[in-house]
């Protein structure tokens, strides 16, 4: 048998390379985020509302997307991932990280609920277990990507945290 280690699970592998406290400084901006972020919808929805009665909350949603977008980037550059400068490059790389997850959500959301509604008996309630199954790995891809794209440093750069 011997004394060899016994390899560690896929997240605990993850997890290594997470700094300490940095994966919770990331769950907190997220829940600081979801909490903003609806909040601007609700008061956008609100006031284009008293503008476009029927379909303002359209505009609503794409207006508050992209402040939210903008106010998560600087909640994960100032207090996640702490970097200094590159500010337009970093925004435009979170821009793309989470058109990208905003994109494999929508793709991945009616084969996820397809799966469900046919392998549980959770029909009525596929679409809400679906989304929230996405939403945690979307979560766990948004730091990844954001660790190492968004916030990465460019190769050869030296360490700036």
Same mark, same amino acid.
């Given at each position: 048998?011997?004394?060899?280690?016994?390899?560690?699970?896929?997240?605990?592998?993850?997890?290594?390379?997470?700094?300490?406290?940095?994966?919770?400084?990331?769950? &907190? #901006?997220? =829940? +600081?985020?979801?909490?903003?972020? @609806? %909040?601007?919808?609700?008061?956008?929805?609100?006031?284009?509302?008293?503008?476009?009665?029927?379909?303002?909350?359209?505009?609503?949603?794409? /207006?508050?997307?992209?402040?939210? /977008?903008?106010?998560?980037?600087?909640?994960? $550059?100032?207090? =996640?991932? $702490?970097? $200094?400068?590159? @500010?337009?490059? !970093? +925004?435009?790389?979170?821009?793309? #990280?989470?058109?990208?997850? /905003?994109?494999?959500? #929508?793709? *991945? *959301?009616?084969? #996820?609920?397809?799966? /469900?509604?046919?392998?549980?008996?959770?029909?009525? %309630? &596929?679409?809400?277990? %679906?989304?929230?199954?996405?939403?945690?790995?979307?979560?766990?891809?948004?730091?990844?990507?954001? $660790?190492?794209?968004?916030?990465?440093?460019?190769?050869?750069?030296? !360490?700036?945290?």
């Amino acid at each position: 048998m011997g004394n060899a280690p016994l390899p560690r699970p896929a997240l605990g592998r993850l997890l290594s390379h997470v700094p300490a406290g940095q994966g919770l400084r990331f769950i &907190a #901006v997220g =829940v +600081w985020n979801t909490a903003f972020g @609806y %909040a601007c919808f609700a008061v956008f929805a609100l006031l284009l509302g008293r503008v476009q009665p029927r379909y303002g909350y359209i505009l609503a949603s794409v /207006i508050a997307s992209a402040v939210n /977008i903008s106010v998560a980037f600087l909640g994960y $550059k100032w207090f =996640v991932f $702490k970097t $200094k400068g590159n @500010y337009l490059a !970093e +925004w435009t790389r979170c821009v793309v #990280v989470y058109g990208t997850s /905003i994109g494999l959500g #929508v793709i *991945l *959301l009616p084969l #996820v609920v397809f799966a /469900i509604r046919h392998a549980t008996p959770l029909d009525g %309630a &596929a679409p809400y277990v %679906a989304a929230a199954a996405i939403a945690c790995a979307n979560a766990l891809y948004n730091f990844c990507a954001h $660790k190492k794209f968004t916030f990465g440093r460019p190769v050869g750069a030296p !360490e700036t945290h």
